[in-house]
């Protein structure tokens, strides 16, 4: 048995706190509630020559928020009620600050808070648009359904993102390597050829433009390494400030979608969102106004969240969806199209949804595509700049047994 300092509400509100004995943090919960007391805060109680260590602060995965949905969705299906799904999901979470989370949705609920409203006390794990959803399936009485395609949505937008960055990894990870490898070439490798280079500057013998290149590089690299490493950390880290502002985020949209190669694919992904987003929330009953706001938010493009912002303000005043969406000239005009004839036949939602399956499949062939195109020209550019290195090194040598012979 372990001890467990607490903090709990009686059921008159009074603040409580203590220890108790418990095997389990989740036992430990259950003990309180059957003394009528509501769990604020359970933590294993530290014992007094306890070691320091580190903790890591823990993540809630999308993929984990998607299977406490589905699960929670099964459970209420099957005619398990709304306070005992909670508990059974929150004893068995694996994930410390999910489980802990799952508990106190389990808490409010149980003090009259509905699920959308006890979920909302979470921004950090369940986002505007899940809690929209869910919202949209208890005001329709349909929150199974709508937690099962809230669980699916979830899925296919940690897939899609699983994609881009397993497509990335290896290039980017050759690029990284490969750059260590040159610089440490240029600090550790030149240097050695510096007594050969100064005996024949000594003999009148010029060094060749991309020697005297190299030299200067391995020189500032070993000279003020550390000013140029800390140099580049801060115009990094000033143009990620930078890109918080409006203005920059406005600006690295507008070069991400010119960008060549991966300009058409950050512009296909940002449409899929926010058709994908559009239409899942207007099929679980979001209304149409609420749902294009949450959905301008999770494009990841500033240029199309303000062509949907102002759709939405066409919509107010009694105009069809389509026509700012049209103007901003950041549909593709198929897209418009299916989007136009679905708002006239009154099946948007669907609609929406099929048009984001046919452009994720569009993205992965343009990612296989990309791969195949980035991993022979990082070869390239790695493999310039050691034969630059080893050029800058030998063609010295050549001049010399040249103007010897």
Same mark, same amino acid.
């Given at each position: 048995?372990?001890?467990?300092?607490?903090?709990?509400?009686?059921?008159?509100?009074?603040?409580?706190?203590?220890?108790?004995?418990?095997?389990?943090?989740?036992?430990?919960?259950?003990?309180?509630?059957?003394?009528?007391?509501? @769990?604020?805060?359970?933590? %294993?109680?530290?014992?007094?020559?306890?070691?320091?260590?580190?903790? /890591? @602060?823990?993540?809630?995965?999308?993929?984990?928020?998607?299977?406490?949905?589905?699960?929670?969705?099964? /459970?209420?299906?099957?005619?398990?009620?709304?306070?005992?799904?909670?508990?059974?999901?929150?004893?068995?979470?694996?994930?410390?600050?999910?489980?802990?989370?799952?508990?106190?949705?389990?808490?409010?609920?149980?003090?009259?808070?509905?699920?959308?409203?006890?979920?909302?006390?979470? $921004?950090?794990?369940?986002?505007?648009?899940?809690?929209? &959803? !869910?919202?949209?399936?208890?005001?329709?009485?349909?929150?199974?359904?709508?937690?099962?395609?809230?669980?699916?949505?979830?899925?296919?937008?940690?897939?899609?993102?699983?994609? =881009?960055?397993?497509?990335?990894?290896? @290039? &980017?990870?050759?690029?990284?390597?490969?750059? !260590? =490898?040159?610089?440490?070439?240029?600090?550790?490798?030149?240097?050695?050829?510096?007594?050969?280079?100064?005996?024949?500057?000594?003999?009148?013998?010029?060094?060749?433009?991309?020697?005297?290149?190299?030299?200067?590089?391995?020189?500032?690299?070993?000279?003020?390494?550390?000013?140029?490493?800390?140099?580049?950390?801060?115009?990094?880290?000033?143009?990620?400030?930078?890109?918080?502002?409006?203005?920059?985020?406005?600006?690295?949209?507008?070069?991400?979608?010119?960008?060549?190669?991966?300009?058409?694919?950050?512009?296909?992904?940002?449409?899929?969102?926010?058709?994908?987003?559009?239409?899942?929330? /207007?099929?679980?009953?979001? @209304?149409? /106004?609420?749902?294009?706001?949450?959905?301008?938010?999770?494009?990841?493009?500033?240029?199309?969240?303000?062509?949907?912002?102002?759709?939405?303000?066409?919509?107010?005043?009694? %105009?069809?969806?389509?026509?700012?969406?049209?103007?901003?000239?950041?549909? $593709?005009?198929?897209?418009?199209?299916?989007?136009?004839?679905?708002?006239?036949?009154?099946?948007?939602?669907?609609?929406?949804?099929?048009?984001?399956?046919?452009? %994720?499949?569009? !993205?992965?062939?343009?990612?296989?595509?990309?791969?195949?195109?980035?991993?022979?020209?990082?070869? =390239?550019?790695?493999?310039?700049?050691?034969?630059?290195?080893?050029?800058?090194?030998?063609?010295?040598?050549?001049?010399?047994?040249?103007?010897?012979?």
């Amino acid at each position: 048995m372990a001890e467990f300092a607490y903090t709990a509400k009686s059921s008159t509100g009074e603040k409580l706190s203590g220890m108790i004995a418990a095997a389990s943090r989740a036992e430990a919960m259950q003990k309180l509630r059957a003394q009528s007391m509501f @769990p604020m805060s359970v933590q %294993d109680a530290a014992p007094a020559n306890k070691s320091f260590s580190i903790q /890591l @602060p823990v993540r809630v995965k999308k993929e984990q928020v998607a299977d406490f949905c589905a699960q929670l969705a099964d /459970l209420l299906t099957n005619g398990v009620p709304m306070l005992e799904s909670l508990k059974i999901l929150g004893e068995a979470t694996e994930n410390p600050k999910l489980q802990a989370t799952c508990m106190a949705i389990h808490d409010a609920v149980s003090q009259g808070d509905t699920l959308d409203a006890a979920m909302s006390k979470h $921004p950090t794990i369940f986002s505007e648009l899940t809690l929209s &959803m !869910i919202r949209a399936g208890q005001e329709g009485a349909f929150l199974e359904e709508s937690l099962q395609r809230t669980s699916h949505f979830l899925r296919k937008q940690d897939e899609m993102r699983s994609k =881009i960055i397993g497509a990335l990894t290896y @290039p &980017m990870i050759l690029g990284i390597v490969g750059t !260590i =490898i040159v610089a440490a070439m240029v600090v550790f490798l030149v240097p050695k050829f510096q007594p050969f280079f100064d005996r024949l500057e000594q003999n009148g013998t010029g060094l060749p433009a991309i020697t005297i290149v190299l030299l200067g590089a391995s020189k500032v690299l070993m000279n003020y390494g550390l000013i140029v490493i800390l140099a580049v950390g801060g115009i990094v880290f000033g143009i990620l400030r930078w890109i918080k502002t409006q203005s920059g985020r406005r600006m690295i949209d507008k070069i991400k979608l010119k960008t060549p190669i991966v300009g058409d694919i950050f512009h296909d992904a940002a449409v899929s969102r926010a058709c994908r987003v559009l239409g899942t929330m /207007l099929k679980n009953g979001v @209304p149409l /106004l609420r749902s294009l706001r949450i959905s301008s938010e999770s494009t990841g493009n500033v240029l199309l969240a303000e062509a949907m912002l102002k759709s939405a303000d066409n919509v107010t005043a009694g %105009d069809t969806l389509s026509k700012p969406l049209a103007a901003s000239g950041l549909i $593709p005009p198929q897209v418009m199209a299916m989007i136009r004839i679905a708002e006239e036949s009154n099946t948007l939602d669907e609609v929406l949804v099929k048009i984001a399956d046919r452009i %994720d499949g569009r !993205i992965e062939r343009k990612l296989e595509v990309m791969v195949r195109m980035i991993e022979p020209m990082m070869l =390239i550019f790695i493999g310039g700049m050691v034969m630059f290195v080893i050029v800058g090194v030998l063609l010295p040598v050549f001049d010399l047994n040249s103007s010897i012979g």
